[in-house]
């Protein structure tokens, strides 16, 4: 089956620094790619999805490009604001149901 | 929006009872899943459904059952709790394809003593 493997668990990092969040896959498919995000006591919500090779969707001043070659879609923002501490979670869909998580990362912005 | 309710939001169960974890959607989506989310294994699949009558394994099922007696609604059934499965339950819908927008609710916290 698919999986998703995102290496941190943990990141923290000042205010107005860069954000690269990573995010990699395995799957037997050419799968569509998201992330989604969860703010402290809500729900998880999409941020932004990919399926396409080298094209770089953006929301909310994040971005993410999907490189197939390297099974990536590593999530990046030019400049962290404190709002933006949260969970994020890549995510893969191939079969039209099942959607597999990673196991998130915590980002912390502080001041 | 999509509109996802869970019911409860909080529950303490002794273990071997009982728990029934509800769902409701308002939006007709064909889809619905049933994940937990633990801290450092992110959010697992229990459980999923393509419509009323159907449910799927997920990547997770020991111990869970599941049942879609209708479109809206959408329940995980614990036969017998057990402390391991204590836990922040998120119910989600979302339309047929692989493309779509899944949609979830707040969540159930379940404790298990």
């Known amino acids: 089956g698919d999986s998703v493997t995102q290496t941190e668990g943990l990141v923290t990092l000042t205010e107005g620094l860069p954000v690269m969040l990573n995010c990699t896959y395995q799957s037997t498919y050419s799968p569509f790619l998201f992330w989604y995000v969860q703010h402290l006591n809500e729900a998880p919500k999409l941020l932004l999805k990919s399926f396409t090779d080298n094209k770089r969707p953006e929301h909310q001043g994040f971005h993410a490009t999907l490189h197939k070659s390297s099974s990536s879609f590593h999530l990046q923002k030019s400049s962290a604001q404190l709002s933006d501490s949260a969970l994020y979670y890549c995510?893969?869909?191939?079969?039209?149901?099942?959607?597999?998580f990673g196991g998130g990362t915590r980002l912390t912005v502080r001041p | 929006e999509a509109a996802v309710t869970q019911s409860p939001r909080n529950k303490v169960a002794v273990t071997g009872g009982k728990v029934t974890l509800s769902c409701n959607q308002t939006n007709n989506h064909n889809n619905m899943y049933w994940y937990r989310q633990d801290t450092g294994h992110g959010l697992r699949l229990i459980h999923y459904?393509?419509?009323?009558?159907?449910?799927e394994k997920g990547d997770i099922p020991d111990g869970y059952k599941a049942s879609r007696p209708s479109q809206e609604n959408f329940s995980l059934i614990l036969e017998l709790a057990t402390p391991s499965q204590t836990s922040v339950y998120f119910c989600a819908s979302g339309e047929q394809g692989a493309n779509t927008e899944v949609f979830f609710g707040k969540g159930t916290r379940l404790t298990v003593v």
């Open positions: 459904s393509y419509g009323a009558g159907s449910t």
């Open positions: 995510a893969c869909n191939n079969a039209g149901a099942k959607l597999t």
